[in-house]
């Protein structure tokens, strides 16, 4: 098993700590919007070395409050893909034996060392790659994900890994 699957697995066993740590992000945005200085004022300040001037410095309501906004939405859009991804997810769990839930909670939410039966891992990401090219099909993209896609030999494994890390 490759490790950004195993990485995968992890990050959707634990999509509902992700969207509310999101949703505090949003909030937090918002809130240090509001908490700033929005009056126009003037300062003296050094524009070189030992060349001082009076600058005028203003808040531009047009242009920062249309960066908050596209800031909020792209944080909202990103809830309601990982809503979406926990909503479908769920019931994918549902589906599961008690012991085969179990078993993956313990080894990807709770970072036991405990075996898991590898038709058990290819079924959850079978459905972690439904799941997420549903999430392309409703955003109208075309899906990353290919079905007859050949596994990755060690090199081309340690290639994604490089460049998943950007070393």
Do not use: W
């Not at 939405?73 to 990103?78: A, K, R, V, Y």
């Not at 809503?83 to 549902?94: D, G, I, P, W, Y």
């Not at 039966?117 to 959850?124: A, D, F, H, I, S």
């Amino acid at each position: 098993m490759d490790l950004f699957d195993e990485i995968l697995i992890r990050k959707y066993l634990n999509l509902s700590r992700i969207i509310k740590e999101n949703q505090a992000y949003r909030e937090e945005i918002r809130r240090v919007f509001y908490t700033k200085n929005m009056n126009t004022r003037m300062t003296y300040e050094e524009v070189q070395t030992d060349i001082h001037e009076m600058i005028t410095l203003g808040f531009r309501p047009d242009i920062e409050i249309e960066k908050l906004l596209t800031r909020q939405d792209s944080i909202t859009q990103l809830i309601n893909r990982h809503t979406f991804r926990e909503r479908h997810f769920s019931k994918f769990l549902t589906s599961l034996t008690p012991f085969e839930r179990s078993c993956l909670k313990e080894r990807y939410k709770y970072n036991r060392d405990v075996f898991c039966p590898p038709t058990l891992l290819e079924k959850t990401l079978d459905e972690i790659n439904e799941i997420e090219t549903a999430i392309c099909f409703r955003e109208r993209r075309e899906p990353d994900v290919f079905e007859n896609e050949k596994p990755l030999d060690h090199n081309e494994s340690l290639e994604r890994m490089c460049d998943f890390f950007e070393l």
